[in-house]
């Protein structure tokens, strides 16, 4: 038989067991106990959102399979629904579909420059500027430091009032 003295121990690890069986059987549930956080839509409005899903596809112009493979978890039957009431209202109302304008396609120098673009704003923006200004100059047929007194001029001037606005913040 077990001594007087194990029977504190066995509880204890009872009850450690039965918390980390809990824990366990909780954290395994917790796909189930996430979708509580979401509001379930109710049918009314996911027809509705299936019409007016409908309804724009028609008016972009596109075919109601199209607008079927892009949706595929909305409501076909609210799909349909919107699809063909624009239909009808554009056919009264003889409203043409709406083209998008059309994109322009991007050249191979275009694409290497989005490669090399930097990521930061601050860099894209001085990119920018650097290619504006360099453009600038190749139209006026100018150098751009002989234009505004020495570019470098501008920055070491910065740089000095930079300077003297830290000193100025320290005393």
Request: glycine share 8%; with cysteine; proline share 6%.
């Amino acid at each position: 038989m077990s001594s007087p003295s194990s029977t504190p121990i066995l509880r204890s690890h009872g009850v450690k067991l039965i918390a980390m069986l809990a824990l366990s059987f909780s954290l395994s549930a917790c796909d189930y106990v996430a979708s509580f956080t979401k509001p379930k839509q109710t049918p009314e409005e996911a027809k509705a959102e299936g019409i007016a899903l409908g309804a724009g596809c028609r008016q972009a112009g596109q075919s109601l399979e199209d607008c079927y493979q892009r949706n595929p978890d909305k409501l076909k039957a609210g799909i349909f629904a919107g699809w063909k009431d624009m239909h009808e209202y554009m056919a009264a109302k003889n409203i043409p579909t709406v083209v998008p304008p059309p994109v322009p396609e991007k050249t191979e120098a275009d694409t290497a420059k989005d490669k090399e673009a930097p990521k930061d704003d601050r860099a894209a923006r001085r990119e920018r500027r650097e290619r504006e200004k360099a453009e600038q100059d190749g139209k006026d047929g100018k150098d751009s430091k002989s234009k505004d007194g020495g570019g470098d001029s501008d920055r070491s001037s910065r740089r000095n009032r930079d300077r003297d606005d830290s000193s100025a913040s320290k005393k």
